[in-house]
């Protein structure tokens, strides 16, 4: 009597199973192939995204060894333009290097750009705010150099001890004793300062006033 109810219960199963594919096959067979093409195109995607980095990589390399500035411009952005996983973003910072050879204004304007470009990750906009204003060290008031580099120069920011050195620097030329001695002060005091910035900080340090000095 068991093996009867079981095999009554393995025809229905086999039943509803049947009702169900039929009434779903099509459904199945479509949710299926969108899987499969899905997971096809992706693999697709990331062999094309890898070939094109690959290919940003070779150039990139060829257009550091170019000599002619205006070349290498010419190099960089068409990689920048490529959009290359990686090295487009360093090519974008590559053209403004390139543009401080002719002239540092448009250099300034280049990594302003990428520095307001809310879709690159918080340390590149760090760079590319610091080289710009070392740029401008000769021709911006200390307060314009502060108001573009406090907050990088504040809290765990990757590049928070470039943006110290730089305001630091500014200060300086100022004459604005008690800032200068207040970034030099916060070079000193962070255990994560690179070596050599800390060094040049003292440097830097030794040249104020003595009564300015703690």
Request: glycine share 4%.
């Amino acid at each position: 009597m068991t093996e009867l109810f079981s095999e009554i219960d393995d025809e229905l199963r086999r039943e509803q199973l049947k009702k169900i594919w039929d009434r779903y096959s099509i459904h199945i067979i479509i949710a299926v192939v969108l899987i499969v093409a899905a997971a096809g195109g992706w693999r697709l995607y990331q062999h094309f995204e890898t070939q094109k980095a690959e290919e940003a990589g070779k150039a990139f390399q060829s257009a550091l060894a170019l000599t002619d500035p205006a070349q290498a411009e010419a190099a960089f952005e068409k990689i920048a333009a490529s959009k290359a996983r990686g090295y487009s973003m360093l090519a974008r910072l590559q053209v403004a290097g390139e543009a401080v050879k002719q002239d540092p204004k448009k250099a300034i304007a280049a990594y302003d750009v990428i520095a307001n470009d809310g879709s690159l990750d918080a340390p590149v906009r760090e760079i590319a705010r610091i080289r710009a204003a070392n740029l401008m060290l000769d021709t911006a008031s200390y307060d314009e150099i502060e108001k573009r580099l406090q907050g990088d120069a504040t809290g765990t920011n990757t590049f928070r001890h470039s943006a110290r050195e730089v305001l630091a620097l500014s200060a300086w030329r100022a004459n604005n004793v008690e800032a200068a001695r207040r970034w030099i002060d916060m070079i000193g005091n962070d255990p994560q300062s690179p070596a050599t910035l800390r060094r040049r900080a003292e440097a830097l340090g030794a040249l104020l006033p003595t009564a300015a000095k703690s």
